[in-house]
């Protein structure tokens, strides 16, 4: 009874934090939807990945800019045909979460 307390107010706390991109939810985010194409390691060699022509984050370089908001936009609305949009399927937290986490691609080369 007190654990399913505590993990409830774990959740609300968690809901309320939420603004910006965090990082380490974007990971999951990004491991659950990203991967197939992009890779786990964001370099666009996902098993479906160079067929489509994922875009490899290590390069830094983006069509439609590279900064945590520009990628947010990017995410949500897709790159016809071969980018999906995420727009339906993740909610705007996640979706600032994954920007955050690609941006960690950029940043490591
Ligand atoms: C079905 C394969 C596929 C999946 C799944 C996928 N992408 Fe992509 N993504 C692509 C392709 C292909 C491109 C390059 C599109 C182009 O340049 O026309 C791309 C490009 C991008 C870009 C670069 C945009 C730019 O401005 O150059 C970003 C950022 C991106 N994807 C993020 C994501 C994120 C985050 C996810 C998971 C939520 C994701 N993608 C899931 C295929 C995919």
Redesign the pocket.
Known sequence: MGGFLAASAFFLSDLTAAEKGNIKR?SE??L???????GIDGD?Q?P??PR????D?TKG??????SEE??FD??SN???????T?KK??TVQ??RD??A??RTFVEKK
């Open positions: 974007g985010v990004y659950d939807n990203c991967t197939p194409c992009h666009g996902g479906l990945g489509l022509g994922a875009r984050f370089k983006f069509k439609n800019g590279g520009q990628l990017t995410i897709g790159i016809p045909p071969k980018m999906p995420w399927k993740l996640e979706r994954v920007a986490f690609v």
